[in-house]
């Protein structure tokens, strides 16, 4: 592998490892080794070369996927670390949380039967900032603590809060389509 590739992902990128990454500097990195790798470059050479650089820019692919996305970079850097991300823990919440994922998940069904696009967004708004101190904290639990059984456990309820802004991206749009038609 060219040795621009080898490493982990914030290597590739010539970012330092963490939670806490500067976006736009990862942006002009994968632009640059896309536009060094793109197969496109390599129409004209030997078959083995053309098969390398396919290889290459789909791993510069996952690798810009990877941190770009806040949770999949936290689930890397706990991969990293060699500790548990959490994944099979859901009976390990706390009651409260889970109650607390219930009620929005009853106000997000609540105001998507009423077609209620502003009650949906404002929901949105609200669950944004939720979504955001988790992101600090996670952040913080990953970057200066460096407490990955901590951070492991944000991540998860962040996956929560995750999979209801996901949700209500489509109820926010099947409510506006109503009220287009």
């Known amino acids: 592998m060219d040795s621009t590739l080898a490493g982990n992902y914030f290597e590739l990128f010539g970012l330092v490892q963490g939670f806490a990454i500067d976006l736009a500097r990862l942006d002009d990195a994968y632009r640059a080794l896309q536009n060094r790798f ?8 030997s ?51 889970l109650v607390e994922q219930m009620q929005w998940r009853e106000a997000m069904e609540s105001a998507g039967r009423a077609h209620d696009a502003t009650a949906l967004r404002d929901i949105g708004r609200r669950l944004d900032e939720k979504i955001a101190a988790y992101e600090i904290v996670l952040a913080r639990l990953l970057d200066q603590v460096r407490d990955f059984e901590g951070a492991a456990n944000c991540l998860l309820k962040l996956s929560f809060y995750d999979s209801l802004r996901r949700d209500l991206n489509g109820m926010i749009e099947a409510a506006e389509d109503l009220r287009a038609v």
């Open 47 to 97: 078959e083995t070369d053309r098969a390398r650089s396919l290889q290459l820019s789909t791993h510069i692919n996952t690798a810009y996927a990877t941190l770009r996305r806040p949770l999949a970079r936290a689930r890397y850097l706990l991969e990293l670390a060699g500790a548990d991300c959490a994944a099979n823990r859901d009976t390990e919440m706390p009651a409260e949380f």
């Open 38 to 45: 793109h197969p496109d470059r390599f129409a004209k050479t």
